[in-house]
């Protein structure tokens, strides 16, 4: 097995972190390998905000937290109650994706970014978890607040993030993979 298809069979959402922060030559390599993914057109209709502001990312997911504690699904609303309830699950840092709005494709186009920097993110030694639980609390109208404060640029979204730092996941089963799911016509 060559070292893409290892990575690729190999990267797992890690979702327990070391506070220790990432290097950041680290960082630029991985926003390298987002900048590289394929995009319609190539329009490249992304912007990367790297938050490694641990107090902001306390923000975003005590908002969210507000929001899941008023979900209709007991589940959800038990994960909430939690009190060690963490989005970003401890990560020490994360790498938001938005989408600029008037891009047919943003959201095929930010995935492949996020994809890459994970896979980047694996091949370097780090963990990652791609996160979208995070939009609950950023497109309520109490939301723009917390916009502002990630500095998203006007015309664009924020899509996907994906926290990032060193694992200290002891890791169970891999998440399964549904079966039959090719068809072959010859
Ligand atoms: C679009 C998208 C959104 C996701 N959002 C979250 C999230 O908010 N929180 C989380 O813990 N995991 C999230 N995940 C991670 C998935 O749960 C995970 O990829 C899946 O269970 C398979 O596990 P694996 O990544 O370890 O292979 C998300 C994944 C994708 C692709």
Known sequence: ?????????GRRSIRSYEARPVEKDKIELILDCGRFAPSAV?????HFTVVTDRKLLDKISAA??????????????ERAKDPKFDSFRG??????????KEAKYAAADCANAIENMALAAYSLGLGSCYIASFRHAIEKPEGADLL????????????????LGYGNETLGER????????????
């Not at 190539?42 to 992304?46: D, E, F, L, V, Y």
């Not at 502002?148 to 926290?163: G, R, T, W």
């Not at 039959?180 to 010859?186: K, L």
């Open 1 to 9: 097995m060559n070292d893409t298809i290892k990575s690729i069979l």
């Open 42 to 46: 190539n329009r490249q209709p992304w």
């Open 64 to 77: 969210n937290r507000q929001v899941l504690l008023q979900s209709s699904d007991e589940q959800v609303r």
């Open 91 to 100: 990560a020490p840092m994360a790498i938001f994706a938005s989408g600029h």
């Open 148 to 163: 502002k404060e990630l500095k998203i640029p006007e015309n664009f979204e924020p899509l996907y993030a994906l926290s």
């Open 175 to 186: 998440a399964p993979r549904r079966e039959n799911v090719t068809t072959y016509i010859e």
